[in-house]
């Protein structure tokens, strides 16, 4: 089975790293596509037409900041792992990413083996759920569900016979 080439999405205003990081990528991950986008709001257009494998984005960003993005993702496509990086090493920021869906944060300057470990990660993760997902239509389980439609639907002929609570049905009736 031949598996398609994985893509990302790489959101930065910063000109030099939207060169140097698909140019280190490409050296460490050859089989790898990276597409570039210099705002939010261009890449929100391409995210709603591709599935990208993996998003990567700035947090601080002029316009709609990387938090902002990461909210929007996760309403387009809440399964696609996102990667938030900046140079801001604040706390908060970090939890607030994390709480918010993020991958994985990681802070400027980057340190490329766990940068590149990380986006690997996540591509795996990404291609197993896609893969489970799959695999398993044919279950009739939905993805974001943890039991299948039998268990969750009850057929239109069945009608409960006891009341709705447990334990009024044992109770002496005077």
């Not at 893509?7 to 140097?20: E, G, M, S, T």
């Amino acid at each position: 089975m031949v598996t398609p080439q994985p893509c990302i999405l790489l959101v930065d205003d910063d000109d030099a790293l939207l060169q140097a990081l698909p140019e280190a990528l490409a050296l460490r991950m050859p089989a790898i596509q990276v597409q570039v986008c210099v705002s939010a709001v261009e890449a929100l257009e391409r995210i709603r037409q591709y599935d990208y494998d993996a998003i990567i984005s700035d947090i601080k960003m002029p316009g709609m900041d990387g938090l902002a993005l990461l909210t929007r993702i996760k309403e387009l496509r809440p399964e696609t792992p996102t990667l938030l990086i900046t140079g801001h090493g604040e706390h908060d920021l970090t939890i607030q990413a994390l709480r918010g869906g993020a991958y994985d944060f990681i802070q400027k300057p980057l340190d490329r083996d766990y940068f590149v470990a990380a986006l690997q990660r996540a591509i795996q993760a990404y291609g197993l759920r896609r893969r489970y997902v799959s695999n398993n239509r044919h279950w009739n389980v939905m993805p974001n569900r943890s039991r299948p439609w039998w268990r969750n639907e009850r057929a239109s002929w069945w009608k409960p016979t006891r009341p709705k609570t447990r334990f009024s049905a044992w109770l002496p009736t005077n």
